[in-house]
């Protein structure tokens, strides 16, 4: 009798040729997730924050007042968000897409051609809203519709599309910012986004059929049943998972929204320490392709019980660090944090509340999300003027992480056992 051998060698290989398999015979529905998150970069702090400086002296405004514009338009865009979203349950995303690409094109002509300063709180609110919000509202409600088996290497591989605008588009339009106008290069922004638009009606020609609304092919969530929204918000499981879902947007934010203040406070070389973010995108990158490995393999409750930690060390890091080395170690961590809660988050909601009611359960957690990411800076800002430097909060948002951490922990375990005992196999061809 010959006994087999356990070869790990040649069960990565065998992984390795199911995910190419996999992407091979997907590719046009991950690459339209990957042009829709790809987009949302026109919307993100992290490309708005550019203009700040021109956008300020344009208006006359102070830091304060444009902290306000800015907050005021996203908690706008987050009240919106949680009835808007869910339309991705009611359409398909090749109709929606007529609505959120030339509305997030036109909303960058619109801060183009601007003339007022009370008119910056309607482009934010609409920014954010068609961004930061739909475009991701979008891509990831979709890949988790589409895709069960491999819905964790599906939302991997379309969340690609915000690293790789993350590390472009601030250098990119950074440097054009020297040669051109401010003004000029938000109609650069709306024509990239409509020349993309043609692509991504092509890829979604034969869009295939949402899980949702098919009626034997569904991905059932705790109990065998699908939640609405309704549910989902009466649960306790939800709003033990809030303070996790306010954390990353808020704290992150303020991350980059203080990112002059940290350098200053800490003695910096602002052009070094704003050098640090390329490394923090690589290290998403290929954290986000081995998390949806994972989440594929161990399941999204093994993931989100550990998806805060690296936040918490990288702002414990941070926070102790007098040298740019040791910086550079903290934004490893935040690296990971990126990699690890962009696919993670999404594919819980799938796996506990099932996929019917999918894009109002996301849209819900979008808002939260959202929401935070209005509040961070207006937050750290307050207490800076209040003598807390951003460098000194740290240390109280390394324990609200903790704690959060401890409640998700509590939550997951105590959900896990009401989940279906097997999952439903995907049709991975279109």
């Known amino acids: ?18 995910s190419l398999c996999f992407i091979r015979d997907n590719i046009r529905f991950l690459l339209a997730g990957m042009i829709l998150t790809l987009n949302s970069s026109y919307g993100q702090t992290f490309f708005i924050s550019i203009f ?13 007042q444009w902290g306000v514009i800015y907050t005021i338009g996203t908690t706008g865009s987050a009240i919106v968000m949680f009835w808007a979203g869910t339309l991705s349950d009611r ?4 109709k929606l897409a007529w609505l959120v690409v030339p509305g997030l094109a036109f909303t960058c002509v619109g801060m183009a051609l601007n003339p007022w300063a009370s008119g910056l709180v309607v482009v934010v609110f609409l920014l954010r809203l068609f961004g930061q919000g739909m475009m991701f509202q979008l891509a990831s409600v979709s890949m988790a519709r589409w895709f069960v088996a491999r819905r964790g290497l599906a939302l991997s591989m379309s969340g690609l599309g915000f690293w790789l605008g993350q590390a472009t588009l601030p250098i990119l339009f950074a440097a054009l910012l020297a040669a051109y106008d401010w003004r000029s290069l938000w109609i650069v922004a709306a024509a990239l986004i ?21 009626k034997e092919s569904h991905s059932v969530g705790m109990n065998n049943r699908h939640w609405t929204r309704a549910e989902v918000l009466r649960s306790p499981l939800f709003w033990m998972l809030l303070p996790m879902l306010l ?4 704290w992150g934010t303020a991350l980059f929204f203080q990112q002059v203040h940290i350098a200053a406070v800490k003695g910096w070389n602002l052009v070094e320490y704003l050098s640090l973010i390329p490394i923090m995108t690589a290290v998403s990158v290929g954290v986000t392709l081995i998390s949806g490995q994972l989440l594929d393999r161990l399941g999204s409750s093994f993931l989100i019980r550990i998806v805060l930690f690296p936040w918490m060390a990288g702002f414990a890091v941070l926070a102790l660090a007098d ?32 996929t019917r009611h999918i894009g109002a359960i996301k849209a819900a957690a979008t808002s939260v999300m959202v929401f935070g990411s209005a509040i961070g800076p207006g937050i750290s800002g307050a207490l800076i003027d209040a003598g807390f430097d951003f460098p000194t909060q740290m240390a109280g948002i390394v324990m609200y992480f903790t704690s959060s951490a401890l409640l998700v922990w509590v939550a997951v375990i105590r959900a896990k056992p009401s989940l279906p005992s097997s999952a439903e196999i995907d049709i991975e061809r279109a």
């Open 1 to 18: 009798m010959q006994i087999g051998v356990f070869n790990p060698s040649k069960q990565a290989q065998t992984s390795a040729m199911g």
């Open 52 to 64: 700040a400086a021109r956008i300020m002296s344009e208006f006359s405004l102070s830091d304060g």
């Open 91 to 94: 359409f398909r995303v090749r």
């Open 194 to 214: 409509l020349l993309s638009f043609p692509l991504l009606l092509w890829l979604l020609t034969q869009e295939r059929t949402p899980q949702s609304l098919a």
């Open 247 to 250: 954390g990353p947007p808020a």
């Open 323 to 354: 040298s740019l080395s040791l910086a550079m170690v903290a934004f490893v961590f935040f690296g990971i944090a990126h990699g690890t809660q962009s696919t993670t988050i999404t594919a819980f909601w799938a796996e506990f509340f099932g």
